[in-house]
C-alpha cells in the first residue's frame, strides 16, 4: 500500500435521496464502485488478487436517511477536470443519486466532528419537541462499540444541538446538529425514541435527512 | 393506522429487496403503453435477480415501446406479514402498482418447491387462485420455465403455459392479446386464439380423465385445441434478442455479475438431466457474438465480474479462442471473469492460471456415481483416470482440497455403486500421498456431496421409481459407514425434499388440490429449509387423499400415458425409452457432436443438428 500516497485524493459530494436512501451503507460502496467503473474514470485500484477501485467513505449514513452532502474519498491515477469528473460520473447515477461536486480533499477523514440533521416529525407537535428540550435529563439505551446496551444521558447532547423547532402542516421540524466523531456519536434516532417516551404522546413518523457533515470548527467538511 | 409502502420499508430487513429503482430498470408512461406485464419470480429477490432468463425475457418485453415488463418476487416474510396486516396488495418494483392493474402476470417456473409460494403471491396479489375464478377484467396468470415442461399439478391455477424458449412466443402472445383488447377482450375467446399459437398451452382445453388405478386414460382437446403442444426454441442465437444492460441491484445476490450466454442445449445426454433433454438441441453463439454482448454488458452496469453462462461449459466449441479474446480486454478492465460448469482437464496452463480457475472456484468434480458401470448407466462420460490425472495434476500444483458431487438412488444403483464413492475418495487421497511434491504438513481434505435422484419427465428415467425415503437413508448410512478416513467429509441434501420434488415433477392435475391445501395451511418459500415442514406435507396428502408414493416410487409401464404426454419437446418417447434400456444394460449413447442418435430434436432444423461432424 506504500504507493497510494502518489495519488491525490478526491472528494466527491453527492445527495442520496427518494427511494436511494434505501441502499444500506455496506451496498452503496458497492453500488459507488460499479458507477466509477460505468463512468470510466482514471481510478486507481487496490493491489492484491481481489482488485477493486479504493473507495472510502468517512461518514456512513444510516439506511433509511437521506442525505444531502454526503462524501466520497477515491484516489486518481492521472489527473483530469473535476468538473469533468463530475458530469461523467453524475450521468450513470443510478436514481435518488445525484453528484454535485468534486474537488482535491482538504480535510482528513478523522476531521468529522458533527453533522447536522433536519427531521420531519408527522403526528407530533411543536410542544412535545419543546417540552423533551426543556427536561433535566434524557435517558436513552445506546448501543456501544462493544455492542454492550448502556444507559446514557443525552441532555448535554439535545443542549448544544442548536436545536430549530419549527411547526410545519403535518407536525413539527426539528433540525439539530449531532456529535459524529470517533468519541462520540448520536444517532437522530435516540432522540426521537426519546420523543416516543414522553408522557400521552401519540404515534408519530420520522424522515430524517442529513444536511450537512462538519468539522471541529463547524466548517462543512471538504 | 394503515401504513403505507415506503412505510414498509423503513420497517423490513433489506428494504432495498422493495424499493425498485436500481440501475437500468425500465420505466414507462402508462399512458403510453398498452400491454402490462408483470413478471413473477416465486423466489425471494437475491435468488431472482440472479436468473439469466428473467433478465433476457425483462429487456425483449421493454423493447417493444407499448409493452411494459416489470418486476416482482416473492416478498420474505416480515414484508408479507407488512402487507397483508395493513390490507397492502402485492406490488411490481418498477411503478409499485398492484399486481391487478397487469394485463399479465407470467411465472418462471424453475424447480418444483416455490409452487405454494406462487399459490401465495396469487393470494397476495388479490386474485382467485384458480384460473375459472378469474374474470375478464382480471390478469391472465401465465408461466413458462423448465417446469412447464410438465405443469400440470399447476393446471387449475394457470390461463397460458408457454412451452420452451420465451424470447418470440412471449411477446407473440402479447401482441395477439394488443389486438383483442382493441377490438373488445374476451378471456373465453382469447384463450381459443391463442392456443393455436406454437408453444402455448391453454390447461383448460384440454380434458384428462383417469383410469380406476389413478393413471391417465385419456387427454382430450377441446375447441380446436392441437393434440399436442411442441415447444418452441430460439434457432439462430447470433441474430436472437440479448439485453445490452441488466438491471444492477443495490443488494448482495445470488450470483451478483453480468452473464454471457455462449450456448444453450447440451451435447452429453446424461440419462438424468432434464435440461439435457428440454434444451435440445444444442445452438452455440460466435466468439463474435459473446465478446460484443460481454463487453456491452460489462459496460453499463459497471460489474467487475461476468461469468459464460451454458450447461456444460467445456463443450463450447472454440473455447480457448473465445476466453483469449476476452481476456484481452478483460485485464486491462480489472474485469473477472468466471467459467461455471467447466471440467479442469485439457485445459492449458497458461490459460488456466490468466483466468484463475482453481483459485475461484477450487477443483470440482462431477462424477454423480461411484462406478463406472453405474456412469456408464447413466451415461455421464467422467472416468476414474480423468479425475485422478487432474487431482494428480492439482496436487503437484499445491492444491490440496477437492470437490465431488454424487447423486444417490440412480436407477440400477447396487450397494457396490454407493460403496464406489467412498472408494473414489479414497483413490483421491491415496492420489495426494502419493504425489512426491506433496505441500508438507498439510492434509488433503476431500468434500464428497451427495443429493437424492429425482426421476424427471421428458428423461430416459422418466419411468423410473424413486427410491423410498429409507432405501436413501440405508444409503446413506452405508456409505458413512464405508467411509473410514477423516480427510474425506461427507455432506448429504435430504431425501424429504427430494421426495416431494419427485412428486410434484411427475405430478398430475389432481396435485393442484394437494397444493392449494398445501397453500391454505400456510405453506410459502418450501425452497427454504427453514419453511419446509415434511410432516406437514404428508398431512396434506392425506387430507386430500392422494397417496404420494404413487408419484414418486411407481415404475411406470412404457405404454402408460404419462400426465406430459401431449407436450412435445422434439425429443421422442421412443428415443427416451431405447435410452432407458441401454441405462439398465450399461450401455453409453455417443454426444451429439460424436454421432446423430436421432432423438427428435432435428425437428427444429437448428444447431448442432445442422452441423457437419
Known sequence: MNDVKDFRTVRITFSKKGRARFISHLDLNRTMTRAVRRANLPIWYTEGFNRHPYLTFAAPLSLGYEGEQETMDLRLEQDMEMSELVTRLDAVMPEGLHIKHAAWAVCKAGDVDRAVYRLQLNGCQPEAVTELFAQSQVLEEKRNKKKEWKTIDIKPVLDTANAQITPTETGTQLELTLPCNSTDTVNPALVTEALRQLPNMAEFSVSVCRLAVLDKNGNRFA | ?613
Not at chain 2, 536 to 564: H, M, N, Q, S, T
Open chain 2, 1 to 613: 393506522m394503515a401504513l403505507m409502502l415506503e412505510e414498509l420499508f423503513e420497517k423490513v430487513q433489506k428494504p432495498a429487496r422493495y424499493t425498485g429503482g436500481e440501475l437500468n430498470s425500465i420505466t414507462k408512461d402508462k399512458e403510453k403503453v398498452s400491454v402490462r406485464f408483470a413478471f413473477c419470480f416465486p423466489d425471494l429477490y437475491e435468488v431472482g435477480m440472479s436468473h439469466l432468463g428473467m433478465k433476457i425475457l425483462y429487456g425483449a418485453t421493454n423493447a417493444v415501446e407499448d409493452f411494459w415488463c416489470e418486476r416482482v418476487f416473492a416478498p420474505d416474510t416480515d414484508m408479507e406479514t407488512l402487507l397483508r396486516e395493513n390490507n397492502l396488495p402485492l406490488f411490481a418494483l418498477e411503478s409499485r402498482d398492484p399486481l391487478r392493474c397487469f394485463d399479465f402476470i407470467g411465472f418462471t417456473l424453475q424447480y418444483e418447491m416455490c409452487y405454494t409460494t406462487i399459490l401465495n403471491m396469487l393470494d397476495l396479489a388479490g386474485l382467485p387462485l384458480h384460473a375459472a375464478e378469474r374474470g375478464d377484467d382480471m390478469p391472465l396468470v401465465i408461466a413458462g420455465g423448465p417446469c412447464a415442461s410438465n405443469p400440470e399439478p399447476l393446471a387449475d391455477f394457470f390461463d397460458i403455459f408457454i412451452l420452451g424458449e420465451g424470447e418470440e412466443v412471449n411477446l407473440e402472445l402479447m401482441s395477439l392479446y394488443r389486438e383483442h383488447k382493441k377490438k373488445g377482450y374476451n378471456k373465453a375467446a382469447f384463450l381459443r386464439e391463442a392456443a393455436q399459437i406454437e408453444g402455448i398451452y391453454v390447461p383448460s382445453l384440454y380434458e384428462v380423465t383417469y383410469n380406476e388405478d389413478g393413471t391417465l386414460a385419456a387427454v382430450t382437446p377441446k375447441e380446436d385445441a392441437p393434440a399436442t403442444i411442441r415447444k418452441r426454441i430460439i434457432r439462430d442465437l447470433d441474430t436472437a434478442y440479448y439485453p445490452d444492460s441488466f438491471v444492477v441491484p443495490f443488494i448482495d445476490i445470488v450470483h451478483d455479475r453480468a452473464m454471457s450466454e455462449i450456448f444453450r442445449g447440451c451435447i452429453r445426454g446424461c440419462r438424468f438431466c432434464q435440461a439435457g433433454f428440454l434444451y435440445r438441441p444444442v445452438r452455440e453463439k460466435s466468439v463474435d457474438t459473446i465478446d460484443r454482448q460481454s463487453r456491452c454488458l460489462c459496460e453499463t452496469s459497471g460489474y467487475e465480474e461476468f461469468s459464460l453462462s451454458s450447461l456444460s461449459t467445456s463443450d463450447y466449441t472454440h473455447l480457448e479462442e473465445l476466453l483469449t479474446r476476452l481476456l484481452s480486454w478483460a485485464e486491462d478492465k480489472h474485469t473477472n471473469i468466471s467459467l461455471p460448469s467447466l471440467r479442469v482437464d485439457g485445459f492449458s496452463e497458461e490459460l488456466a492460471n490468466r483466468l484463475n480457475v482453481l483459485r475461484r472456484s477450487g477443483l470440482t468434480f462431477a462424477p454423480e456415481a461411484g462406478t463406472q458401470r453405474l456412469r456408464d448407466a447413466i451415461n455421464k462420460n467422467l472416468s476414474e483416470t480423468e479425475i485422478l490425472d487432474t487431482a494428480r495434476k492439482a496436487f503437484a500444483g499445491g492444491w490440496t482440497s477437492v470437490k465431488l458431487y454424487f447423486m444417490m438412488g440412480l436407477p440400477t444403483e447396487t450397494p457396490d455403486d454407493v460403496v464406489g464413492i467412498a472408494e473414489l475418495g479414497q483413490k483421491i487421497v491415496n492420489c495426494y500421498y502419493h504425489n512426491p511434491d506433496k505441500p508438507k504438513g498439510k492434509a488433503v481434505s476431500v468434500s464428497v456431496s451427495v443429493s437424492c435422484f429425482v426421476p424427471k419427465p421428458f428423461t430416459p428415467f422418466q419411468w423410473e421409481p424413486q427410491d423410498s425415503i429409507e432405501q436413501l437413508r440405508e444409503k446413506q448410512k452405508l456409505l458413512r459407514d464405508s467411509v473410514t478416513t477423516r480427510k474425506i467429509s461427507l455432506s448429504w441434501h435430504d431425501a424429504e425434499t427430494s421426495y416431494l420434488e419427485a412428486v410434484l415433477a411427475r405430478g398430475d392435475r389432481r396435485l393442484g388440490a394437494v397444493l392449494e391445501s398445501a397453500f391454505r395451511h400456510g405453506f410459502n418459500l418450501d425452497a427454504w429449509s427453514e419453511h419446509f415442514d415434511f410432516e406437514k406435507w404428508i398431512e396434506v396428502f392425506k387430507e386430500v387423499g392422494l397417496d404420494p408414493d404413487f408419484y414418486a416410487c411407481r415404475r411406470r409401464e412404457k405404454d402408460e400415458i404419462l400426465p406430459w404426454e401431449h407436450i412435445d419437446i422434439g425429443v421422442t418417447k421412443e428415443f427416451l425409452w431405447a435410452e432407458n434400456q441401454k441405462a439398465h444394460q450399461s450401455v453409453t449413447t455417443p454426444n451429439c457432436r460424436q454421432e446423430c442418435s436421432h432423438c427428435g430434436a432435428s425437428c427444429f432444423k437448428g444447431g448442432v443438428c445442422r452441423e457437419r461432424r
